[in-house]
């Protein structure tokens, strides 16, 4: 199974922006669709944006819809989360999972139908 592991989190102000990483090893990253989840204190994983096996499909959570932008770079096994204009309802431990498909359109915005998970970055952003 595809292991992976995000960087790219830190301490942010209001407005800046931050690029979330997650690097795949062990699997054929061109199989499988990548998601971007997050997780705030006292509350439940939410989906923030997933992205095709190929990248020419991508679906985002509408509370970052026009900020984020997610992409891959299969030829580098990683997948990135562009966040822009942060504000502090953006501040949570950001995972990245991937799911297996075989067709170049699926994505996924369940958790549940992940099965391979990070173990996150913690992304804060001050008001």
């Known amino acids: 199974q595809v292991q992976l592991v995000e960087s790219g989190g830190g301490l942010v102000q209001a407005g800046d922006s931050l690029r979330l990483s997650c690097a795949a090893s062990?699997?054929?990253?061109?199989?499988?669709?990548m998601g971007w989840f997050r997780q705030a204190p006292g509350k439940e994983r939410e989906f923030v944006a997933a992205i095709g096996r190929s990248g020419a499909y991508t679906y985002y959570a509408d509370s970052v819809k026009g900020r984020c932008t997610i992409s891959r770079d299969n030829a580098k096994n990683t997948v990135y989360l562009q966040m822009n204009t942060l504000n502090p309802d953006d501040t949570a431990v950001y995972y990245c999972?991937?799911?297996?498909?075989?067709?170049?359109?699926?994505?996924?915005?369940?958790?549940?139908?992940?099965?391979?998970w990070g173990r996150g970055t913690q992304v804060t952003v001050s008001s």
């Open positions: 062990r699997g054929t990253f061109g199989a499988y669709a």
């Open positions: 999972a991937a799911k297996q498909t075989y067709t170049a359109q699926a994505l996924a915005v369940m958790s549940s139908a992940y099965d391979n």
